[in-house]
T-cell receptor, first 110, second 113 residues
Framework: RKEVEQDPGPFNVPEGATVAFNCTYSNSASQSFFWYRQDCRKEPKLLMSVYSSGNEDGRFTAQLNRASQYISLLIRDSKLSDSATYLCVVNLSGTYKYIFGTGTRLKVLA | ETGVTQTPRHLVMGMTNKKSLKCEQHLGHNAMYWYKQSAKKPLELMFVYSLEERVENNSVPSRFSPECPNSSHLFLHLHTLQPEDSALYLC????????????FGSGTQLSVL
């Protein structure tokens, strides 16, 4: 089983749609969680950290379910500029080990 | 000025060449990383330096040789690479406390002919 699993997609959605991605992780010692966005052939950029209580940043909402070991990202009112690959990243407790998923590709269509 | 600066952006080299990738971070971080990203694979950690000491080497072939002269600079020296080494190489930095966000450089798209 992969340490961090994501549906690779692509998710093709129309502008204005709401889309959700899930990510599961296998190591219960995982302590910190992040969503990164990566455009084609560019570096990953931090989108948001994920907190136990859930957190929101504008159109983006992240949730963490420790019991089921998954995190989610919800994007509301999708924009064309949201088209990218979204990487789920898990950090093991107090270490330098960041485990990356393969990413979920999103295409927002006009 | 961006937080993590990585050069060159693109590199094409033959199997007998020697080249180096350079990374500099301006964020005051004390940990720096090299990652490799191949098509349809997750990012793979190659090397980690904390306070200029290497703390992780994920069984990377010796044709990749890292150097960390200080907490702000990191190099990856390349020699006698193979075509399968073609990939996006990413430098990153963070604070060495765990649980901290990683900040990436723009990456080097490497092609080995």
């Amino acid at each position: 089983r992969k340490e961090v699993e994501q549906d690779p997609g692509p998710f093709n959605v129309p502008e204005g749609a709401t889309v959700a991605f899930n990510c599961t992780y296998s190591n219960s010692a995982s302590q910190s969680f992040f969503w990164y966005r990566q455009d084609c052939r560019k570096e990953p950029k931090l989108l948001m950290s994920v907190y136990s209580s859930g957190n929101e940043d504008g159109r983006f909402t992240a949730q963490l379910n420790r019991a089921s070991q998954y995190i989610s990202l919800l994007i509301r009112d999708s924009k064309l500029s949201d088209s990218a690959t979204y990487l789920c990243v898990v950090n093991l407790s107090g270490t330098y080990k960041y485990i990356f998923g393969t990413g979920t590709r999103l295409k927002v269509l006009a | 000025e961006t937080g993590v600066t990585q050069t060159p952006r693109h590199l094409v080299m033959g199997m007998t060449n020697k080249k180096s990738l350079k990374c500099e971070q301006h964020l005051g971080h004390n940990a720096m990383y090299w990652y490799k990203q191949s098509a349809k694979k997750p990012l793979e950690l190659m090397f980690v330096y904390s306070l200029e000491e290497r703390v992780e080497n994920n069984s990377v072939p010796s044709r990749f040789s890292p150097e960390c002269p200080n907490s702000s600079h990191l190099f990856l020296h390349l020699h006698t690479l193979q075509p399968e080494d073609s990939a996006l190489y990413l430098c990153a930095s963070s604070q060495w406390t765990g649980n901290e966000k990683l900040f990436f450089g723009s990456g080097t798209q490497l092609s080995v002919l």
